[in-house]
């Protein structure tokens, strides 16, 4: 399994001019305390393109698994699933279907056992699949060239560490979620190249999705990441059409960043209850 984390978080501090102390590979334990989404954005727009090539790895090693988790059958075979209902009428042959299809199949046959390599975000296999299937389905759509896709890549790479970044070390809350708010940025930002659709579409997913839990590594792990990657989708479009959840709404602020504390405060408080019912 393949990292993004220490490379992509080394290249943005480095680019910020802030101090990163390292312990062998691991950067310090919050080094994006100080650092906002948009502080992310820019970045993914002006990194020079050569620094950040080896995320083209992401999208080769987990496309791979999504070819190989439709081509045969892996744990609850959902992408191969959808497909079949496709071919019976029952379901669309839509932009929204290939995404959840193809991210449903790689994450598939990386929790069936496929002996195929991930390009993963934040230590995990899957959550470097949520971050990176979607963004590239959709760049396909478009006919984005490569740094283009490389760009989008980076923005949902970083963008999911650094949400990520905020939880505790084993967070009671599923991850797949974060990672497809990463998604959410990289689409939003292919399709409308505007960072107030990005947050939007984040700040929905954090209305949407926030609160699904963690029960552990298994086949089941394919479904969370296939409803979290249309999750990342439906906040997209919304946000084109200026829609989304209101800050009036549960743990939505209107600027994303306090949605984005918010998620964490609940992340943490949830670890701190499991702590306490077992004494």
Known sequence: MLCAVSVMAKLFFEDDKTSLTHAGDS??????????????????????????????????????????????????????????????????????????????????????????????????????????????VVAEFIQADDETLLRALVLSHLMAIYVHSHFPPLSALCAATTASMGAAAGMAWLLTKDFTTVSMSINSMIGDISGIICDGASNSCAMKVSSSAASAYKAVLMAMQNQSVAGTDGIVSDDVDSSIANLCALAQSCNATYRYSNY
Do not use: H, W
């Open 27 to 136: 950067v310090e334990e919050k080094p994006f305390a100080t650092v906002c989404a948009e502080d992310i954005y820019r970045f993914a727009l002006n990194v020079p393109i050569d620094q950040v090539a080896f995320m083209l790895d992401a999208a080769y090693l987990n496309g791979a698994l999504s070819e190989e988790g439709l081509k045969n059958s892996y744990g609850l075979a959902i992408g191969r699933t959808l497909v079949s209902q496709q071919e019976n009428g029952l379901l669309g042959k839509d932009l929204l279907s290939e995404i959840m299809i193809r991210t449903s199949a790689a994450s598939d046959a990386r929790m069936g056992g496929a002996v195929l390599p991930a390009m993963s975000n934040s230590g995990s296999g899957n959550q470097g699949i949520a971050a990176t299937l979607p963004v590239m």
